[in-house]
């Protein structure tokens, strides 16, 4: 017996992180959020090349489409490899038959002149007819100058500011700090120590909250009335396995928490992506349509998917557009580049 379901969406991904996994631990093991950032994703960030992204993007889009997931909002960061990296992330997501929206998180951390190329990239994406956002890292490793820059990028492009918003206690100003900034069209991702309300769509990413031992968001408890949505903030994209986690996450902190609130908050990502409601597919599992039966069902598997015009992107569980045993591949080979620059 099996289900058919539109496409999922991820609306808060790092295609670059796909090479992450197995990477060589930090010389000294962090103790903190911040020394996460510095010793983990600040180290691969900076080492990133076209190359090694390209084939990083290959390996998650492919692997998104074998979870079902056909569009991905994407947040990306390379700051030796700024200038064309949006479009090899949306290039890459095309090949596999992924939609993508892509965004170049802005930060002052490599000084001005790596915020005024971070906003520049955004901007010639989005010119070129690229789908993207203007995407900022987070207000704590920008100047008040950088984040109205980005705003008003944003706005003169048309598109909202896809940022990550008081993830830790280090960024626990950015809520006073974007207040006049933020607008609807915001995807303001984590929020978990936000102290105020900030306009947007907040992006919730509990799987990666627990990682990095920042806490629980709590955005039904917290933030009632606003969008959310669901975000695997790098760690795949198992859209079903991540709803699964956010709904006894929900749990934890409401006994009275009901899967159908992350069920909501799966399908809200369709407001940032409608098109991926025109994809079909097809689960091994018959009420892979059903959040209570997700909640409770572990493992169930894609078959197919078919994209909106009748395209086999998926057939028995394997892309048909690349090979996957090659995408593995040389995605392991630029791992290893990758690695040896750690
Ligand atoms: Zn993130």
Redesign the pocket.
Known sequence: MSAVTPGLVCS?H?LYSALARGMPAPPKQPTNFQEILDQVWWRLDTALDLEMLRWSALLGAAEALMCGTTAIVD?HESPNAIEGSLSVIADACAEVGVKAVCAYGVTDRHGADGARRGLAENERFVRAGGRGMVGVHAAFTCTDSTLRAAAGLAQDLGVGVHI?VAEGPVDVSAGARLESLAADNWLI?HCVNLDRELRGTIAH?PRSNMNNAVGYAAPARRFPGQRVVLGT??IGADMLEEMRLAYVAHRADDVLASPDTAWSWLENGYALVPEARGDRVNWNYNHADSAWHVAFTPGMRVLDVVGADGEVLLREGRPTRVDIDEVRAKAAEQAVRLFRLL
Do not use: F, Y
């Open positions: 808060h790092h947040h990550h991702v990413n903030d790098g």
